[in-house]
């Protein structure tokens, strides 16, 4: 979860708070469950690109993958290494490594599955990015990319009451606002990251539309039954048109064809 100028432990406070919540667990429970069912059952070697306080870390880890997480703020790296120590059963197969998506320093193929969760979304374009990360994917492996989706631009301002924003980034078609940690963020089509997955010789596999209709709930501290209620209603929303294209964040997947 890191930009090339910016220090995310600053906010490392608020985004912890934010992944313990309602929206936050939407976000890792929807594309926890799709990068598991991708992978099967066999144990697999996955790196975690902008790790952040290790949250995917943590849960690829717990059903028996080997999991390499990159991290360019030594804060939230830091957090990331508490967590993982506080669960020793997991710890001897989980790697922690300070590293940028620029400059990942593993051969090509190295992974079963890389995974890149909310991080392109605060760096300036994705091409250069999805390029890095793509030439990590081994054979039948997959890449996982997460970010804002540039089709729903709009419609967390709109359905919050700031029907002014709302109207600017409609009319401006403008996908580039500021996101839950007061940062900017800048959005992505599903069009244009499954173009660039196949530009890098990956196969598209279905997109997916995260936080469909919680978005602009900031506050909301479901009770666990209703929290399990809503993940439902939103993880078959999240496949099916025309909901998925009103999602916060797309969740694109591709897939590198397995060598005969």
């Known amino acids: 979860m890191s930009t090339a100028s910016s220090d995310f432990a600053a906010v490392g406070t608020g985004y912890a708070a934010y992944s ?8 890792h429970d929807i594309t926890a469950r799709r990068v598991l069912a991708e992978l099967g059952d066999r144990p697999a070697r996955i790196l975690d690109v902008g790790c952040g306080d290790g949250e995917m870390v943590l849960r690829l880890a717990a059903v028996g993958h080997q999991v390499t997480g ?3 703020s030594p804060g939230m790296l830091a957090s990331a290494a508490e967590r993982v120590a506080a669960t020793p059963e997991i710890a001897e197969r989980v ?3 300070e590293g940028d998506i620029h400059h990942l320093p593993y051969d090509d193929g190295a992974f079963d599955a890389v995974v890149c969760h909310g991080v392109v979304m605060y760096l300036p374009d994705s091409v250069a990015p999805v390029a890095h990360l793509a030439r990590l994917v081994a054979p039948g492996g ?6 804002k989706n540039a089709l729903a631009v709009g419609m967390r301002e709109a359905l919050s009451g700031d029907y002014a924003a709302a109207r600017a980034q409609i009319e401006s078609r403008q ?4 996101g839950n940690l007061g940062i900017v963020t800048r959005g992505d089509t599903p069009a244009h990251l499954d173009q660039l997955a196949e530009a890098n010789g990956l196969r598209p596999l279905p997109w997916q539309g995260v936080r469909i209709f919680h978005d602009h709930l900031t506050d ?4 666990e ?4 209620a809503a993940l439902e209603a939103e993880w078959v929303a999240s496949s099916r048109d025309p909901y998925r294209w009103l999602g916060r964040l797309v969740h694109t997947v591709a897939r590198r064809e397995a060598t005969s």
């Open 20 to 27: 313990r919540g309602g929206r936050g667990r939407l976000r």
């Open 70 to 72: 990159v991290e360019k």
């Open 95 to 97: 790697t922690l490594t």
């Open 142 to 147: 997959i890449l996982s990319i997460l970010t």
């Open 175 to 178: 996908a580039v606002s500021v």
């Open 220 to 223: 909301w501290a479901p009770s």
């Open 225 to 228: 039954e209703e929290y399990q």
